[in-house]
């Protein structure tokens, strides 16, 4: 099976060597996504800017694959401090309509730049 990088200026850029997502066959697997701009820049703000930030990443690089938050089958969401889990899943709630994607969350020690939330996704293509 082939690998295909999927990248767009429209969501933050790799900050190492990696890709924003790969598609193989009908799958997308993204990277973590983190609140920055697609000019690199930290969004400021609290979990709640943290999160739409993050989202409108993810969301930028699943219309690269030619794809939306309909087509993604899991979620997994890691938080700097469980605290912000319900400030997180209000938001998150905004972008996800039902059947929602299967979804896990953990709390970690920490994440690159310091940030709240990461989030990375798996979705079907067409």
């Known amino acids: 099976m082939t690998k295909q990088r999927i990248d767009t200026p429209e969501a933050a850029p790799a ?23 697609p000019a690199g820049e930290l969004v400021a703000g609290g979990i709640e800017e943290q999160t739409h930030q993050v989202l409108k ?9 030619g794809t939306d938050f309909g087509g993604v089958v899991k979620v997994t969401v890691f938080l700097s401090d469980m605290n912000n889990f319900a400030a997180m899943n209000a938001i998150y709630g905004e972008y996800f309509t039902a059947p929602y994607p299967a979804r896990s969350t953990v709390q ?7 940030v709240l939330v990461e989030i990375e996704v798996i979705a079907e293509l067409a």
């Open 15 to 37: 900050i190492g060597p990696y890709s924003q997502a790969i598609r193989t066959g009908h799958l997308l697997f993204t990277s973590g996504q983190i609140p920055l701009t």
């Open 108 to 114: 970690v020690a920490r994440l690159p730049r310091d």
């Open 57 to 65: 990443n993810v969301q930028a690089v699943l219309h690269a694959a």
